[in-house]
């Protein structure tokens, strides 16, 4: 034991919470619970109640924070430097400090030993294995951080690994209300329930033991979520909010960034390891519009048109292109510069010019053609790694003193 001082008080508010708890269930409150079903290869199946704690404690949480000796063990708790990261646990709510300490550790431990002691009748041995699990949360030589959330207008069959930590795969049963009791009201309608709303975009990170702030997972997510629907032209969107855990322990609950959060017009797409490919390469290359700031600038105009009606998008669009491969010749450069990247034949280049020449001159709504063409132009322009030196080649390409810019397997992918 790393800290008696500390077990003691969170064992007194622990008791004090199973009392309170106990009366509840006296006066005619229910502790639900689920029946369980576990199967072993060659053996009769074994069945098991597991009480459904996160839920009740949920709606009576002013009440157990009110309690004298919460105030006491939060206390002990401000003064552990390796609870710091849990005091600056985001919600859906403006908490922080105390409060985020009482819901991301006191609430949570007060759970996790009633489902050793099936319930809360108390026993000494379940207590002192919920206070293991904090203490090698908090004192740990590495700490284990997760987010996950919701994915709409996607569909896979198999996980996909976006790599930094990201993977896409399909949601477990129940395991967003597993750890977050308040987890129902803030998935998007129908989640679950509908072939392209099963999915979760996940972020892992291993944190070291002085960690007081927890990843930029917001970021993180938002950036998968743009290089997914570059990858696929899919109406994606994640969110609203994004689910955080410590070591397994609920940490808090944060906004999703609200291009992220937008679903786009348009259809939901499937996701499949080729496309899941190309996703990782152009998440990965992401941060060059960093230091490019006319990158950054297509990219930012490309997204905003997924939300826009004409003519506002074609306005997007235009600009998008300009900035990306205009090099300040203006639109009708960058339209030439597009078909022969994209093209893989005169016919083929020919045909890309002339809807992108559609989309420069103004003429009503883009053909899809020029809508796509612009994406793809993104997708390969990101996938070359250096926009200026891109430009640089194309032209010379045009003047036939070089071939023109190779295009790589996974850029031909996302055409498609």
């Known amino acids: 034991m790393r800290a008696p001082h500390l077990e003691r008080a969170l064992r007194c508010f622990c008791l004090g919470a199973f009392a309170l708890l106990a009366r509840e269930l006296e006066h005619g409150s229910e502790l639900p619970f689920a029946f369980e079903e576990h199967r072993v290869p060659g053996r009769p199946p074994l069945y098991e109640y597991r009480p459904l704690v996160a839920g009740f404690l949920e709606p009576r949480a002013g009440r157990l924070r009110a309690l004298e000796d919460a105030a006491i063990a939060l206390e002990e708790l401000r003064r552990e430097p390796a609870a710091a990261i849990f005091a600056r646990a985001h919600t859906n709510a403006p908490v922080t400090g105390e409060d985020a300490l009482f819901r991301s550790i006191l609430l949570p ?105 927890a990843p930029d997972a917001p970021a993180e997510v ?29 940490l808090g609950v944060r906004p999703v960034l609200p291009i992220a959060a937008s679903t786009p017009v348009g259809e939901s797409t499937r996701l499949d390891p080729f496309r899941g490919a190309v996703a990782a390469d152009v998440r990965a290359r992401l941060l060059l519009a960093d230091r490019d700031d006319a990158l950054g600038d297509a990219l930012d105009r490309w997204e905003l048109s997924l939300f826009q009606g004409e003519p506002f998008r074609s306005e997007q669009l235009r600009a998008a292109l300009e900035a990306l491969l205009g090099g300040g010749d203006g639109i009708w450069a960058a339209s030439l510069r597009a078909s022969v990247l994209l093209g893989e034949s005169g016919r083929e280049r020919a045909a890309l010019l002339e809807a992108l020449r559609g989309l420069a001159r103004r003429d009503g709504a883009p053909a899809p053609e020029a809508i796509d063409a612009v994406r793809r132009a993104l997708v390969e322009t990101l996938l070359h790694g250096d926009r200026p030196a891109l430009v640089v080649s194309l032209d010379e390409a045009l003047l036939g003193v070089r071939p023109r810019p190779s295009r790589t397997p996974a850029s031909l992918a996302q055409a498609g």
Not at 128 to 153: H, I, K
């Open 109 to 213: 431990l007060v759970a996790k030993t009633a489902e050793y002691c099936g319930g809360f009748d108390w026993d000494d041995n379940g207590f002192s294995r919920a206070y293991c699990d904090l203490e090698q949360s908090l004192f740990g030589e590495q700490r284990s951080y997760a987010a996950l959330a919701p994915l709409v207008g996607l569909t896979l069959a198999t996980a996909v690994d976006l790599g930094s930590g990201l993977t896409v795969r399909q949601s477990a049963t129940g395991e967003f209300a597993a750890h977050w009791p308040e987890a129902s009201r803030l998935l998007p309608s129908d989640f679950g329930r509908e072939p392209d709303r099963i999915c979760v975009i996940q972020f892992e990170r291993a944190l070291p033991p002085g960690a007081s702030e």
């Open 222 to 250: 938002a950036d998968a979520v743009t290089a997914i629907r570059l990858a696929t032209a899919g109406a994606v969107a994640a969110g609203p909010v994004l689910f955080e855990r410590l070591d397994w322990r609920s």
